[in-house]
């Protein structure tokens, strides 16, 4: 008998790590350091996701000049700018895994998505 009360430890041991890797992949973060000026950074939000969320991610509030993403195909870039109205920008929304430049005039952090984490 007393060879069977492992099993309700392990039991326990399994649900509680179960648990806590639950939790960190929900809503695990990347806090990507930005130096003065632009920064080159890979998104890994969600396809659609609006350019807006994006910027509210820079570190220290205020911070974010601009948004650049390049456009082989069309030879153009797109733009967000952090001044400006959102209807002004024309880099609406981002996909996930886009490259683009985060423009910033303080260090700071963009605090994305981990790459497992979606977004």
Do not use: H
């Amino acid at each position: 008998m007393k060879r069977w009360l492992w099993v309700p430890g392990l039991v326990v041991a399994v649900l509680v790590l179960a648990a806590a890797l639950g939790a960190r992949s929900a809503s695990a973060q990347d806090a990507v350091p930005l130096v003065v000026g632009c920064n080159p950074v890979a998104f890994t939000w969600d396809d659609g996701t609006p350019t807006t969320t994006v910027a509210e991610g820079v570190a220290p509030a205020g911070s974010l000049i601009s948004i650049w993403k390049f456009l082989p195909a069309e030879g153009r870039w797109i733009g967000y700018s952090a001044g400006a109205p959102p209807e002004v920008s024309d880099l609406q929304t981002v996909e996930r895994l886009d490259a683009a430049f985060v423009c910033v005039n303080a260090v700071g952090t963009i605090t994305r998505p981990s790459i497992g984490g979606g977004g």
